[in-house]
């Protein structure tokens, strides 16, 4: 028994040491991360306002906005997606959502682009959110296909499109000036990846600030801040 | 027995850097999927689509694949331990055994990246290099082996 005790022991007690000075590490790197997104965390009142165009979702008038850069390709923004509906839906009324395009075209998501065109030109026909939540619903499916095109355009018939005028937009590149902006905008403020959240033109770093629960609380703090706690 | 285990004190630098390299590079892994709600994808990402996938974790109870790279590691670790504090060749057989399990493993998640992900991880990658040659190791180890330490270990087996 003492045979194998010992050797248990010790390989223990060196996984135990090991896994001490790996996570040890790891959190210093995070701590490095909020250090050097600082210089982009206060706006100008131009940059500001840029944050609260684009499509959105949620009351015009509310008084919180959140503004959300991702790419459809972005399994990490596809991940957060439940958390952004479950803040819309447990603040009705109070807050709203605008999607900024921040695609990481080329590399790493070749069709990264693409699909920002499709919801854009979903968008025209009035169905921007619809094609939003299918692009993420579907990600695996086109995330890597070297067409993605004939894909987009059964999705599009899928949640009712006109399909020509869908496919045509498509083709034109439509939205090309917001995805552009909007991508140029980002870079300005320096975001290193998808998604950012703004909480009312404040960046809400989600590695430091405790990810989707930590934004939730946020979101309730700045939402009671708006408009009292009693209501 | 002291004899043999000097002999072969070899196996014993090399199985145990390897495995002591492969449960940090798990552990990173573990660590990296359970903290996923705050990571993002970055423009050098690829990471993340593996380790948020479907294969990231078990089909049952949920146990991240990668935590299953730090039981592996550590089963090699231990069967080196065994051998340091008893002063004994590490076990043949086990330790091919388990190699190839662990070899088979790798095989079988490098090809969920390659034909379905379709995304590389390089932590992944890593720990594949790593059981892989842990699998080389053992086949050598089992060769060199074979004459010497049969009969010296017959006895005790």
Known sequence: ?231 | MAQASKRFGWSQIVFGLLAIAGIIDATILTIEHYTRDGLSCGFTGGCERVLTSQYSELPILGIPTALLGVVFYAVVLFLVMFSVINREPIRRLPMLAWSTIGFVSSLGLTSIQAFIIKAWCQYCLLSALTSTLIFIFAIVYWFTTRSTIKKESDNED
């Open chain 1, 1 to 231: 028994m003492k045979k194998y005790l010992i050797p248990i022991l010790f390989t223990a007690a060196i996984i135990a040491l090991l896994v001490f000075a790996v996570r040890a590490s790891m959190s210093e790197d995070n701590n490095v991360k909020p250090a050097e997104s600082t210089p982009a965390a206060q706006l100008t009142d131009e940059q500001k306002d840029e944050l609260k165009q684009g499509q959105s979702k949620g009351a015009d008038d509310a008084k919180v906005v959140l503004s959300e850069f991702a790419d459809f390709q972005c399994p990490a923004c596809k991940a957060f997606e439940p958390t952004l509906a479950e803040i819309l839906a447990e603040n009705e009324g109070k807050v709203r959502l605008v999607f900024k395009h921040f695609p990481l075209y080329p590399s790493p998501h070749k069709n990264a682009l693409v699909s920002a065109y499709a919801s854009e030109a979903a968008g025209k026909q009035g169905k921007f959110w619809e094609m939003h939540d299918k692009l993420y619903e579907t990600q695996d499916d086109w995330a890597e296909a070297s067409d993605p095109k004939d894909k987009f355009v059964e999705y599009a018939r899928e949640l009712g499109l006109n399909t020509d005028d869908f496919s045509r937009d498509l083709n034109a590149e439509a939205g090309k000036d917001v995805i552009d902006r909007d991508k140029a905008f980002g870079t300005e403020l320096k975001l290193s990846g998808t998604p950012t959240i703004f909480v009312n033109g404040e960046e809400f770093d989600l590695r430091s600030g405790g990810g989707a629960e930590g934004l939730k609380a946020k979101v309730k703090q700045v939402v009671e801040e708006a408009y009292g706690t009693g209501q």
